[in-house]
């Protein structure tokens, strides 16, 4: 660091110059290199969390360029995503991959988070067609959608909506340029458009066992992956995908991890001893 005695150099603030900082101190003008001694790090640790972050901002942009998500329970709502995307495993890829905005979908993908009832979701079969079988209780003997979803004896109550996201992994394998990428659709039920027999495109309501069956040909497609949300005002259920897409598979082994860093220039060795004293 130098001090300045030439009062022509008066910055206001700080001034940055080709590697050299000047700034004010007491009424002198200081000069210091901007410039960081430190090598840049990425153990393997390092890499692992970088990549688990680029996963969260990739599949963030996803739901957020087809809704709002609602995450309650940190300071934001994409926080709390973070947060519940830990439980899941890192998926590795390239800097190319990453830069032409790859992503990647997963069984238990978090889509909303808050204080109302969950709903149970898994993939099935109703009277030998896709479904997506539902814990929501309906009213027993109802004759109409909206007194079977809304009715008396129902789970939901008619301030209440339901929340369909339909997310895709695309991978147009005709193109070698092509990542993959998931795309986020959400589609939205209320007593007033439940009187429509297929409120969800493609897909029909039905009655198993007393519990909702959302049921369509699209439930079969491997490449897609199912949340049903209820909404009350901004509260929310908290709701994870289901899906048989296993795609992800592929980008969570050794190998991937191998691959993706070297696209990043390798790993470099942990400047602290491991247990084993190497």
């Given amino acids: 660091m130098s001090v300045l005695k030439n009062k022509l150099i008066v910055p206001h603030g700080t001034m940055k110059v080709e590697g050299v900082t ?16 430190q090598p840049h790090r990425r153990t393997s640790r390092q890499f692992e969390a970088r990549q688990r972050m680029a996963n969260c901002t990739a599949l963030w942009k996803a739901l957020r360029a087809a809704t709002e998500p609602v995450l309650h329970g940190g300071k934001s709502s994409y926080g709390r995503f973070c947060t519940l995307m830990r439980k899941l495993p890192v998926v590795y890829l390239t800097k190319d991959e990453r830069l ?3 992503s990647l979908l997963m069984p238990g993908m978090p889509v909303s988070d808050g204080m109302l009832p969950d709903i149970e979701c898994r993939l099935g079969q109703v009277e030998g067609r896709p479904a997506l079988l539902t814990s929501l209780r309906l009213s027993a003997g109802a004759r ?20 369909l996201f339909r997310l895709r992994q695309r991978m147009p394998e005709s193109d070698p340029e092509a990542v993959p990428r998931v795309a986020v659709r959400v589609e939205m039920l209320d007593i007033e458009n439940c009187r429509d ?37 901004d509260n929310a259920s908290s709701q994870r995908v ?35 004293g190497n």
């Fill in 197 to 233: 027999r297929e409120p969800f495109a493609g897909i029909e309501l039905m009655d198993e066992d007393g519990r909702l069956a959302l049921v369509g040909d699209t439930l079969g497609d491997d490449t897609m992956g199912w949340a049903l949300v209820r909404m009350d005002g």
């Fill in 144 to 163: 109409s959608i909206p007194s079977l979803l809304f009715g008396p004896r129902a789970e939901l109550k008619k301030s209440e909506r339901l929340c």
């Fill in 100 to 102: 032409k905005g790859a």
């Fill in 242 to 276: 289901v899906t048989r897409c296993r795609l992800y598979e592929q980008y969570i082994t050794d190998q991937a991890q191998e691959r993706a860093a070297k696209s990043y220039g390798g790993l470099t060795p942990s400047p602290y001893l491991m247990p084993n």
């Fill in 22 to 37: 000047f700034y004010q101190r007491k009424g002198t003008t200081v000069m210091r290199s901007s410039t960081s001694q």
